[in-house]
């Protein structure tokens, strides 16, 4: 089945070290998302890419990092992670940007120690 | 810029009772609207959506919404409520061109009583 994968599923991490997580897509949609969310929160767009094209929101801190190597596969780098940084993350893919419905990986729910 | 509210960040049912919630939009110019579920410790999946057309809107699970220009609203309903019913609902909405992104409400927790 199509689907967008996480890996991995749960991510310890200690305070400053930095931490990836990836993520990857067999639907080849041409844009992907990365959001956060925080307990009982809504998710928080951090940054998108389509295709190529990096869109970073205005208020992601800079200790957020992306890359698209290429269709498949998305990353988000964590420079210097605070306990603040806590959090589920999710990627997401559509097709195209605007009213195509977004699919959801199952997130990776990350721990700052 | 659009908005999205949700009444109730908790709604408690009875397994068999009519699920209603709420989520009004505020936007310059009539939106796309979605409605996505979260079940515990997983990603969001969509139950429905609304583009253009026809203003009620079937989705899986037995959901359904109804896009009410008149009122800015797009609530969402279920006849019966099922145990499995019990999720995160976030309603969601965009302006649909290339360079707007989706904005989500808050979400509403929905607990279905045996």
């Known amino acids: 089945d199509a689907m967008v994968i996480q890996n991995p599923r749960y991510q310890v991490t200690q305070f400053g070290k930095p931490v990836t997580l990836s993520c990857s897509q067999t639907?080849?949609?041409?844009?992907m998302y990365w959001y956060q969310q925080k307990s009982s929160q809504a998710p928080k767009l951090l940054f998108h890419?389509?295709?190529?094209?990096?869109?970073n929101e205005a208020d992601t801190p800079d200790n957020f990092q992306s890359r698209r190597p290429n269709t498949s596969f998305c990353f988000l780098d964590i420079r210097s992670p605070g306990l603040g940084d806590a959090a589920m993350y999710l990627c997401?893919?559509?097709?195209?940007?605007?009213?195509?419905?977004?699919?959801f990986g199952p997130g990776t729910r990350l721990t700052v120690t | 810029a659009q908005s999205v509210t949700q009444l109730g960040s908790h709604v408690s049912v009875s397994e068999g009772a009519l699920v209603l919630l709420r989520c009004n939009y505020s936007?310059?110019?009539?939106?796309?609207l979605f409605w996505y579920v979260q079940y515990p410790n997983q990603g969001l999946q969509l139950l429905l959506k609304y583009t253009t057309g026809a203003t009620l809107v079937k989705g899986i699970n037995g959901f359904e919404a109804e896009f009410k220009k008149s009122e800015t609203s797009f609530h969402l309903t279920k006849p019966s409520a099922h145990m499995s019913d019990a999720a995160e609902y976030f309603c969601?909405?965009?302006?649909?061109?290339?360079?707007?992104?989706?904005?989500f409400g808050p979400g509403t927790s929905l607990s279905v009583i045996p």
């Open positions: 969601a909405v965009t302006l649909g061109t290339s360079y707007d992104k989706v904005i």
């Open positions: 936007s310059s110019v009539p939106p796309y």
């Open positions: 639907l080849n949609h041409n844009v």
């Open positions: 997401a893919t559509s097709r195209e940007a605007g009213s195509y419905e977004q699919y």
């Open positions: 890419y389509y295709d190529k094209d990096f869109n």
